[in-house]
C-alpha cells in the first residue's frame, strides 16, 4: 500500500501541474463605436469647416514625418487630403531606411488600448506589438509623387486583447506570406503610429488604431513534433520509473531470507547401503567378547609386572 499511495499522490500532482488547462482571463474590452456622426464625403455640396489644428510640442523621440504635416492629421476620420502630406513622408521614412525601420529596440511596445486611448501622443511615433493577421490584401495608392502604387491593408488582432482590430498598412509582406480575407498568422509589427482611424465595419462606424510599417516580422507557429513534448515524455519515463521501483521493492519484500531446502532420502536402501547391520544377539557376543579382552591385558602403568 504505501509504494501505491505514493505513486497516486505522483500522478495526481502530475495532473494538476501539467495537465490541467490555466483559467481563462478575459480580455478587456473597448467601446470603438463612432460617437458623433461622420459627414458622407461624397456628398456634392457637403461643406465642412475643421478646427485649427493644435500645434505639436517639440517631441525627444523621433518621428517620421515633420511635425507641421503631422498637426494635419485628425483622428476619428476617415483618409482627408489633409493627411497626405505626413501619410507620404512616413512612406518615404520607411523606405529610406528598412533595416532601421525594422529594428524593435527603438520602438516602445504597446497595447491597443493605448494606442486607441492616447492617439495624439503616439502619432507619428515608432512602435512595436505582436498580433494575429487575419486578414491581408493589397490595396492601391492614390496618385503620387513618390511612386508608391500601392500597399498591403492587415487587419490584426492584437495580442492580449481586445477583440478590436489594429490595421497597418504594409509596404511589402514576405516571401511565401499568406493572403486572403481568412488567415491567421502570428506577426510582430515595428511602424509608425498615424491616426485613430474610422472604418464601416458590419454593424456600424467604428474606430481602430492605424499603422504604417515596412512589412511584418513573420513568426510563423512550427508544428508540434514528438521532439517539442518532452515535457510529456519526462513526466511518462519518471510514472514508468516509479512503477517498476514499486513492483521490485514490493517482489523483495516478499521474498524474505532465503533458506537452504532439505534433502530427502530418494531410497532408503541406498541410504542403507554401507550400515552394517547386526541382530540383539550379535550384539551381546560382541560386548562379551569386548570384555574379555580388556581382562587379559596386562596392566600398564606404575606397578612392574
Known amino acids: 500500500m504505501p509504494p501505491a499511495l505514493v505513486v497516486l499522490l505522483l500522478v495526481s500532482w502530475l495532473e494538476r501541474t501539467y495537465l490541467n488547462p490555466p483559467p481563462a482571463v478575459d480580455a478587456p474590452q473597448v467601446d470603438?463605436?463612432?460617437?458623433?456622426?461622420?459627414?458622407?464625403?461624397?456628398?456634392?455640396?457637403?461643406?465642412?469647416?475643421?478646427?485649427?489644428?493644435?500645434?505639436?510640442?517639440?517631441?525627444?523621440?523621433?518621428?517620421?514625418?515633420?511635425?507641421?504635416?503631422?498637426?494635419?492629421?485628425?483622428?476619428d476620420t476617415v483618409f482627408r487630403s489633409g493627411d497626405d502630406e505626413a501619410w507620404f513622408q512616413i512612406w518615404m521614412t520607411l523606405r529610406s531606411g528598412k533595416e532601421a525601420a525594422?529594428?524593435?529596440?527603438?520602438?516602445?511596445?504597446?497595447?491597443?488600448?493605448?494606442?486607441?486611448?492616447?492617439?495624439?501622443?503616439?502619432?507619428?511615433?515608432?512602435?512595436?506589438?505582436?498580433?494575429?493577421?487575419?486578414?491581408?490584401?493589397?490595396?492601391?495608392?492614390?496618385?503620387?509623387?513618390?511612386?508608391?502604387?500601392?500597399?498591403?491593408?492587415?487587419?490584426?488582432?492584437?495580442?492580449?486583447g481586445p477583440d478590436s482590430p489594429i490595421v497597418v498598412y504594409f509596404l511589402e509582406i514576405p516571401e511565401n506570406f499568406p493572403t486572403g480575407m481568412k488567415i491567421e498568422e502570428p506577426v510582430r509589427v515595428v511602424g509608425y503610429f498615424f491616426k485613430r482611424w474610422a472604418y464601416a465595419a458590419a454593424d456600424t462606424i467604428r474606430l481602430t488604431p492605424l499603422v504604417m510599417?515596412?512589412?511584418?516580422?513573420?513568426?510563423?507557429?512550427?508544428?508540434?513534433?514528438?521532439?517539442?513534448?518532452?515535457?510529456?515524455?519526462?513526466?511518462?519515463?519518471?510514472?514508468?520509473?516509479?512503477?517498476?521501483?514499486?513492483?521490485?521493492?514490493?517482489?523483495?519484500?516478499?521474498?524474505?531470507?532465503?533458506?537452504?531446502?532439505?534433502?530427502?532420502?530418494?531410497?532408503?536402501?541406498?541410504?542403507?547401503?554401507?550400515v552394517e547391520l547386526f541382530s540383539p544377539?550379535?550384539?551381546?557376543r560382541r560386548l562379551s567378547e569386548a570384555d574379555k579382552r580388556v581382562e587379559s591385558d596386562p596392566p600398564q602403568g606404575l606397578f612392574p609386572p
Open 32 to 75: 470603438t463605436v463612432v460617437k458623433e456622426h461622420l459627414i458622407e464625403r461624397s456628398v456634392a455640396d457637403a461643406v465642412v469647416i475643421e478646427a485649427d489644428p493644435e500645434p505639436f510640442v517639440e517631441v525627444s523621440e523621433e518621428v517620421g514625418a515633420s511635425l507641421r504635416a503631422l498637426e494635419q492629421v485628425r483622428d
Open 102 to 160: 525594422l529594428d524593435r529596440s527603438k520602438a516602445r511596445e504597446v497595447s491597443f488600448i493605448e494606442l486607441f486611448g492616447q492617439p495624439r501622443s503616439f502619432r507619428g511615433k515608432r512602435v512595436t506589438f505582436r498580433g494575429t493577421v487575419r486578414r491581408l490584401q493589397r490595396v492601391e495608392a492614390p496618385a503620387n509623387q513618390y511612386n508608391i502604387d500601392g500597399y498591403w491593408q492587415a487587419w490584426i488582432a492584437p495580442q492580449g
Open 213 to 274: 510599417a515596412v512589412e511584418p516580422i513573420w513568426e510563423p507557429v512550427l508544428p508540434l513534433t514528438p521532439s517539442h513534448n518532452s515535457l510529456s515524455t519526462s513526466a511518462l519515463v519518471m510514472m514508468a520509473g516509479v512503477v517498476i521501483l514499486t513492483f521490485w521493492g514490493i517482489r523483495w519484500a516478499n521474498q524474505g531470507p532465503r533458506k537452504t531446502p532439505r534433502k530427502e532420502p530418494a531410497c532408503l536402501a541406498t541410504t542403507l547401503a554401507n
Open 281 to 284: 544377539t550379535d550384539s551381546l
